[in-house]
């Protein structure tokens, strides 16, 4: 079925950078964008940026330019999201979403990634 | 970008109606299409219920609906049920080709 997978959770120091990866499997992945974005424990939801696994296009919320990288390898189907310069306010689930849709960018997010905790301490 | 306004709560009793509001600007849900709805229950990963600021997923229940006027869009809830009882966050595409969620409604059914 058509599914987003990420990886594990993560513990991470403070200043360091971690990166996620999302899977894709049951459609191929370079004909939908993908967002990324976290909720911190108790907290709403955070855009933080989006991609096309064709590489011709990411897009960054202002808060997170500088720090997040998005890559995609579609040899693998997998998307990734970098940040770095972690702080204590970086701990979160940090989520991959598809974008709905099919070769345009339709701004809903159809099927998530289960989430991955990364948890930033000193 | 800041995030889009939602009441911090709502609440309805069963069979009830109930309508969440998100409001922003000209340069997100005032001046594009592309709003969406998700509901989360806790500890779940959110579930897409409107897209284009009206349109339905399929299996998604008809209860759910939505609309936009000018900067605020709202999703109604018909036919409130028990399982309802969720977060609701709103979203929309911002003109500098980003995206912006609302701060999310936490819904109770009493």
């Known amino acids: 079925q058509v599914q987003l997978v990420q990886s594990g959770a993560e513990v991470k120091t403070l200043g360091a950078s971690v990166k996620i990866s999302c899977k894709a499997s049951g459609y191929t992945l370079s004909d939908y964008y993908i967002h990324w974005g976290r909720q911190a424990p108790g907290q709403g939801l955070e855009w933080m940026g989006i991609?096309?696994?064709?590489?011709?296009?990411?897009t960054y919320a202002q808060k997170f330019r500088g720090t997040v990288t998005m890559t995609s390898d579609t040899s693998t189907n997998t998307v990734y999201m970098e940040l770095s310069s972690l702080r204590s306010e970086d701990t979160a689930v940090y989520f991959c979403?598809?974008?709905?849709?099919?070769?345009?960018?339709?701004?809903?997010?159809?099927?998530w990634g289960q989430g991955t905790l990364v948890t930033v301490s000193s | 970008q800041s995030a889009l306004t939602q009441p911090p709560s709502a609440s309805g009793s069963p069979g009830q109606s109930v309508t969440i509001s998100c409001t922003g600007t000209n340069n997100d849900i005032g001046g594009y299409k592309y709003v969406s709805w998700y509901q989360q229950h806790p500890g779940r990963v959110p579930k897409l219920l409107i897209y284009?600021?009206?349109r339905r997923p399929s299996g998604v229940p008809d209860r759910f609906s939505g609309s936009k006027s000018g900067t605020t869009a709202s999703l109604t809830v018909s036919g409130l049920q028990a399982e309802d009882e969720a977060d609701y966050y709103c979203?929309?595409?911002?003109?500098?080709?980003?995206?912006?969620f609302g701060g999310g409604t936490r819904l109770t059914v009493l």
């Open positions: 284009e600021v009206t």
């Open positions: 979403a598809r974008d709905g849709g099919v070769n345009y960018r339709q701004d809903a997010f159809d099927i």
């Open positions: 991609i096309n696994p064709n590489g011709d296009f990411t």
């Open positions: 979203g929309s595409y911002v003109d500098d080709n980003t995206f912006v």
